[in-house]
Nanobody, 124 residues
Framework: QVQLVESGGGLVQAGGSLRLSCAAS????????MGWFRQAPGKEREFVAV???????TYADSVKGRFTISRDNAKNTGYLQMYSLKPEDTAVYYC??????????????????WGQGTQVTVSS
């Protein structure tokens, strides 16, 4: 069974930085696509960033230029480096993984594996 475990969330002041990690484990974990999503209270889960098996990345407009997604395949771990954090970035952040089969990489429903989420709170 595949498991994703996030870490690295916390409380930070506006303008600060955090790095989230997502460790994958389990037999047969061959998901080449890893995404990050976030969900603020009362809002739907939204796309943040995705990294494909070839290393290509895509970001939501709201985080472009401030967040960087990366992965270490040898460690089966993905990362989301967040800079210049804003109060509106406050949310529970989730990592997700899926296969390379066709699908909309920006929709949560396209992902089969999810972590438990980690809280990021940015104070003003």
């Amino acid at each position: 069974q595949v498991q994703l475990v996030e870490s690295g969330g916390g409380l930070v002041q506006a303008g600060g930085s955090l790095r989230l990690s997502c460790a994958a484990s389990g037999r047969g974990f061959l998901s080449p696509i890893m995404g990050w999503f976030r969900q603020a209270p009362g809002k739907e889960r939204e796309f943040v960033a995705v990294i494909r098996g070839n290393g290509d990345t895509t970001y939501a407009d709201s985080v472009k230029g401030r967040f960087t997604i990366s992965r270490d395949n040898a460690k089966n771990t993905g990362y989301l480096q967040m800079y210049s954090l804003k109060p509106e970035d406050t949310a529970v952040y989730y990592c997700a993984a899926r296969s390379s089969l066709p699908g909309n990489l920006y929709l949560p429903s396209s992902y089969g594996y999810w972590g438990q989420g980690t809280q990021v709170t940015v104070s003003s």
